[in-house]
């Protein structure tokens, strides 16, 4: 049985770790995901976000952080049950790098080129806990809001031609040019 004690441990755990993506160092996430972690998520992040610990949460906020400048995560809701902790809210940011998206073999699918434009979509993001620590996290995210706000869609010709080019800017650096 959850006491409310240890759910409100969970809850402010379950927000510290999803404003981590803003700011945390890799020792701030250290002290919130287990070792064990996985992300859910991470099938279409950089190789380096598709381990398990703290390291690949890591390397999840790093990717953000590459595409996305003045980033936010506020929290409005968390729920708690058992040992999963829901969090929903609203990821704002400004689109300022590129975006680059994996395929599942690890390899570079496209790029997003930067915009310059505002976002704000709303998200969701489970996290399973263990030994008061985050274990796991999968997410439901607004994903075509963004798209539509940060002019990826419908994209103009000009914009289909910066795309190409951040994605072979991309490939070659991950050595995967083509």
């Known amino acids: 049985m959850t006491t409310t004690t240890d759910r409100t441990a969970m809850a402010d755990t379950a927000t510290r770790f999803i404003r981590l993506m803003v700011d945390g160092t890799l020792d701030d996430f250290r002290r919130v995901v287990h070792p064990d972690a996985i992300n859910r998520e991470a099938s279409s992040e950089p190789p380096n976000c598709r381990g398990r ?6 390397g999840t906020a790093q990717w953000l952080r ?8 506020p929290v409005t809701t968390v729920v708690v049950e058992g040992d999963l902790a829901v969090t929903h809210g609203t990821m704002t940011g400004r689109h300022t790098g590129d975006m680059v998206i994996w395929t599942p073999q690890a390899t570079v ?15 969701a993001h489970f996290l399973g806990f263990r030994d008061g620590m985050v274990v796991e996290h999968w997410a439901v995210r ?37």
């Open 109 to 123: 699918e496209r790029a997003f080129a930067p915009t310059g434009k505002r976002f704000e979509v709303h998200q």
């Open 66 to 73: 590459s595409a996305f400048r003045d980033m936010a995560f």
């Open 53 to 58: 610990g703290p390291r690949a949460f890591w």
């Open 142 to 178: 607004d994903d075509q809001s963004l798209a539509l706000q940060l002019g990826w869609v419908p994209p103009s010709p000009a914009y289909l031609l910066r795309c190409s080019l951040a994605t072979r800017r991309a490939r070659k650096a991950a050595g995967t040019a083509t």
